[in-house]
């Protein structure tokens, strides 16, 4: 049973700074299948970062320059550095792993005060 534990969330100030974790286990997967994904209050669930096959990263347009995705292999551990937070980064985090199908955690609110 594969289990997506994100932590992290909380309330920040624009312009500031979270990290936000992601600790996988349950199952063998390579950390190249995960990735982070956020839905605000009333909009669908949108696409924020994800590792690409070879381990390179794509980033969505609004959060390129900002939001910086590592991963530890050790821990089985993928975070998501936010910087440069904006109001509307508000949302709630999830982190995606896609193996055979697609698991999501239970997801992380992050919130952006102006």
């Known amino acids: 049973q594969v289990q997506l534990a994100e932590s992290g969330g909380g309330l920040v100030q624009a312009g500031g700074s979270l990290r936000l974790s992601c600790a996988a286990s349950?199952?063998?997967?390579?950390?190249?299948?995960m990735g982070w994904y956020r839905q605000a209050p009333g909009k669908q669930r949108e696409f924020v970062a994800r590792f690409s096959s070879g381990g390179g990263t794509n980033y969505a347009d609004s959060v390129k320059g900002r939001f910086i995705l590592s991963r530890d292999n050790n821990r089985n551990t993928v975070y998501l550095q936010m910087n440069s937070l904006k109001p509307e980064d508000t949302a709630v985090y999830y982190c995606n792993l896609y193996w055979g199908r697609e698991y999501w955690g239970q997801g992380t609110q992050v919130t952006v005060s102006s």
């Open positions: 349950g199952t063998t997967f390579s950390l190249d299948a």
